[in-house]
């Protein structure tokens, strides 16, 4: 089953977010208060724990959000996920839009981990239904 491990937020761009208990997702916004919200196309970020746990390897920090990730996941190779890709998460639903992104210089997340792997692994969607997210929702993919 795939689901999700960890909610996390940040305030500030280019910081590492922290857990929470759960979060808001608002359509056609992102997550509540978080600092990437907004009316574009990266509103929440979604990377895999197995991604995660590549660089730990490597000796690097392993806790959730520490790749600036809004949702972190378990059980499904996200990358690996088709643009258009639709994704019913707790009461959300959310829309794959990016898979990875260009890592922009000087990022604090790659001087604090050693290694990002967002931009390679991680993936971008939009809120298209709001609700409410946690730790171990299921996710279920409905356009597959």
Not at 19 to 32: F, K, V
């Amino acid at each position: 089953m795939a689901k999700i491990v960890a909610v996390n937020r940040s305030r500030e761009k280019g910081t590492p977010k922290q857990p929470l208990d759960r979060g808001y997702l608002i359509a056609g916004h992102g997550l509540e208060e978080d600092a990437h919200a907004g009316a574009w196309h990266r509103q929440i970020s979604l990377l895999g724990v197995e991604s995660i746990n590549k660089t730990i390897l490597k000796g690097s920090d392993s806790r959730m959000g520490i790749f600036a990730e809004n949702l972190t996941t378990e059980g499904i190779l996200l990358y690996e996920l088709p643009l258009g890709e639709t994704l019913k998460i707790g009461e959300t639903i959310l829309e794959v839009t990016q898979i990875g992104k260009e890592c922009h210089q000087g990022c604090v997340i790659k001087d604090l981990v050693g290694d990002c792997v967002m931009p390679r692994e991680g993936i971008f969607a939009r809120v298209i239904r709001s609700g409410w997210v946690k730790a171990g929702d299921e996710i279920i993919r409905c356009s597959h």
